[in-house]
């Protein structure tokens, strides 16, 4: 259950327009966390409506300067100016235990690499959890900023992808990220 009120923005990028919550905070010496991302759905009438029903909010907000910043960042990292987002503050609230160490982990996966769903299983001393660490890629609410895309299937394979598009999004995020070719599922 989240404590703090979110408020969200829509916004254009290279790929589609995306959507962003973050928690509103009252106290000027605590940074605005991101709580939602939201990549392209298949309109931007439906990532608008997404991103407002996961936020709560009744309507769109004019971001507060270092979500403004942080909205450029990602315009600029998906036209291929890569970014890293692990300065961004991150709303953990309501996340399990297992999902946010696999989130902090793979925060610090570099653009352009990826690893593999029981590489970070074993990274993280549950061997034989690479179902889990999937499970928690599927629940990530906020791919890109965590970069789920860069967690593989066993080979090199892409593995699923819980964002409009599916397989084919992820891979559109990792060429623009130039990762290294993967295997393709046919």
Known sequence: MRMKKLAYATFETGI???GIAWSE???AREACAVALFQLPEASEGLTKARIARK????AESKPPAEIAA???RVRKHLRGEMQDFQDVPIEWNGLEAFSR???EFIRRIPAGSTMTYGEIAKELGAPGSARAVGQAMGSNPVPLLIPCHRVLAAG???GGFSAHGGRNTKLRMLAIERAVPLQLEF
Do not use: N
Request: include cysteine; proline fraction near 0%.
């Open 55 to 58: 936020s709560g909010a009744t």
């Open 25 to 27: 905070s009252h106290d």
């Open 70 to 72: 942080l909205i450029e």
């Open 101 to 103: 160490q696999v989130y």
């Open 156 to 158: 090199g394979k892409s």
């Open 16 to 18: 589609g327009v995306c």
